[in-house]
């Protein structure tokens, strides 16, 4: 088992950035492939990015490409969501995400374990 608790999120003006994090608890966090997806009123939970167990690999959403920014500290149970040139779209409820088989998947039905959540709203 594996406890995901978000933080960082709030209200921030279009081009402004934010830095989530995502504290973990239970299992060793080594073990997983970290993500982030993303969901907004009305729509579907999404792909944003996703890092390997070790933090060497790292794959985007186009939407995200170039902005934002994952990273993950092993020895603080941490992964990190640095989100810059941030724009209305990008408003959301951020979750992060365990994948205990390491697939580095944007899939959300392959990751076992999920946080809160934790709310970004981008003002024009």
């Known amino acids: 088992q594996v406890h995901l608790v978000e933080s960082g999120g709030g209200l921030v003006q279009a081009g402004g950035s934010l830095r989530l994090s995502c504290a973990a608890s239970g299992r060793t966090f080594s073990a997983y492939a970290m993500g982030w997806f993303r969901q907004a009123p009305g729509k579907e939970r999404e792909f944003v990015t996703v890092i390997s167990w070790s933090g060497s690999r790292t794959y985007y959403a186009d939407s995200v490409k170039g902005r934002f920014t994952i990273s993950r500290v092993n020895a603080k149970n941490t992964v990190y969501l640095q989100m810059n040139s941030l724009k209305p779209d990008d408003t959301a409820v951020y979750y992060c995400?365990?994948?205990?088989?390491?697939?580095?998947?944007?899939?959300?039905?392959?990751?076992?374990?999920w946080g809160q959540g934790t709310q970004v709203t981008v003002s024009s």
């Open positions: 995400a365990a994948d205990g088989m390491r697939r580095n998947t944007p899939r959300v039905s392959e990751y076992d374990y």
